[in-house]
């Protein structure tokens, strides 16, 4: 096949880099290598049991065929209720749809909401997909520099010069993947009195160690919420996520579904309404633990030399600034890699803005958090000789 053949959204779309350094990682640990992961964002915890439970008896059940596109309706009352205890809002079940995972809610969204070269604003750094889903629906990503030292809070000022007359919408992540940020409300306020719509990702909600989350839908009807079950469920392989939406993008967004992804997966569906009824225990444990762990590698990356002037705060992730190592990030991340057998995601994964940081997750025991910075110091010492 000529690569003329292949159509320009393929060739031209972004690899995921982090996939990169896993494959890798994956590859040296078939020869024998012990690779200490911390460069996936997935949880080390196994999915809570009730959430198995409810999944197994829903396939005793039967319920393995299609359910209505938009999700089991009482899936979609218990994300209500959900929204309604966390947050104070009130979202019909007529205004959710269940998706099989986060990233077919973010093409539904794009796909209803932009025209060929219309803008959607969003942070840089940023997650890595954000762009190409953007893309992906003939849309035009327009950054906005967000910096280490106010730890990484966009400022409405800043997203409102970004506006075009084609902007259609702002992207905002908080808990944010890459920098662990979580965006104040007045900054949550100021972002829903833009005028764009505002897309939410709000995955890593529930995963909040200082402070509080809020939901953009406390600030205007006029959003986009994605969340899901991967992060604070650990329930990364279930493939279970939602969107929230205005009421006239719903019929439209419900087709789209139709069309493309029929329907979440039946018995997937009853997991998530244990996830969100029934384990609430789990997700305090787990929730208790990441906080540990985030103190631990925050003590430890300072130990090393890395400087950290503003903690993160929500997610689980460190973004750490490694330009005194150098400044390709993605050729620090398969050094430290090959030497250290320390798995780290490069900073430019997450756009310009993010070279020559690296994240590092700590969703990882604190056993293999204390052999991570152990190995890293190793690695920084042999760097001098």
């Known amino acids: 096949m000529a690569l003329g053949d292949i159509s320009q959204r393929a060739r031209e779309i972004t690899p995921f ?14 020869r024998g290598a012990h690779v200490i992961h911390l460069e996936v964002g997935q949880p080390d915890a196994d999915t809570p049991q009730v959430v198995k439970e409810a999944a197994y008896a829903a396939m005793q059940r039967g319920e393995t065929q299609y359910t209505h596109s938009m999700g089991l309706i009482e899936l979609r009352q ?31 969204i794009f796909a209803a909401l932009l025209d060929p070269g219309q803008e959607v604003v969003l942070t840089d750094p940023h997650y890595s997909c954000y762009p190409n889903f953007v893309r992906l629906a003939d ?32 992207l905002i992540n908080s808990p944010a993947n890459p920098t662990g940020t979580v965006l104040s409300p007045d900054r949550l306020a100021a972002i829903a009195e833009l005028g764009p719509y505002v897309v939410s990702d709000e995955i890593y909600h529930g995963l909040v160690y200082e402070g509080q989350e809020h939901s953009i839908l406390e600030y205007t009807d006029r959003a986009f919420v994605i969340n899901g079950f991967s992060k604070l469920y650990a329930m990364t392989g279930w493939r279970l996520g939602y969107l929230i939406a205005p009421a006239q993008f719903i019929r439209p967004l419900q087709k789209l579904m139709q069309n493309f992804f029929i329907s979440a997966n039946a018995f997937v569906q ?8 029934q384990a609430g225990p789990d997700v305090a444990r787990m929730q208790a633990s990441y906080d540990q762990r985030r103190r631990f590698l925050l003590g430890g990356l300072k130990k090393l030399g890395f400087h950290i002037p503003v903690e993160p705060t929500g997610a689980f992730y460190v973004f750490v600034n490694a330009r005194h190592l150098g400044t390709d990030s993605y050729k620090l991340a398969f050094e430290i890699l090959e030497r250290a057998h320390v798995g780290v995601t ?3 994964d997450f756009g ?5 940081f690296l ?7 604190l056993d293999n958090l204390a052999e991570g910075l152990r190995r890293l110091g190793k690695y920084l010492e042999e760097r001098k000789t």
């Open 139 to 170: 849309g035009v990503p327009r950054y906005v520099p967000i910096h280490e030292a106010n730890g990484f809070q966009v400022e409405p000022d800043a997203l409102a010069r970004a506006l075009t007359p084609r902007t259609q919408a702002v």
């Open 352 to 356: 310009a803005g993010g070279e020559g």
């Open 346 to 348: 490069p900073g430019i």
């Open 359 to 365: 994240r590092l997750s700590y969703a990882n025991s």
């Open 270 to 277: 009853r997991a998530g309404i244990a996830a969100l009824t």
């Open 17 to 30: 880099l982090v996939m990169d350094i896993l494959e890798r990682a994956q590859e040296l640990e078939r």
């Open 78 to 108: 218990a994300i209500r209720d959900h929204y309604r205890a966390a947050y104070g809002v009130e979202v019909p079940p007529d205004r959710i749809i269940v998706t099989s995972g986060t990233s077919p809610a973010m093409l539904l």
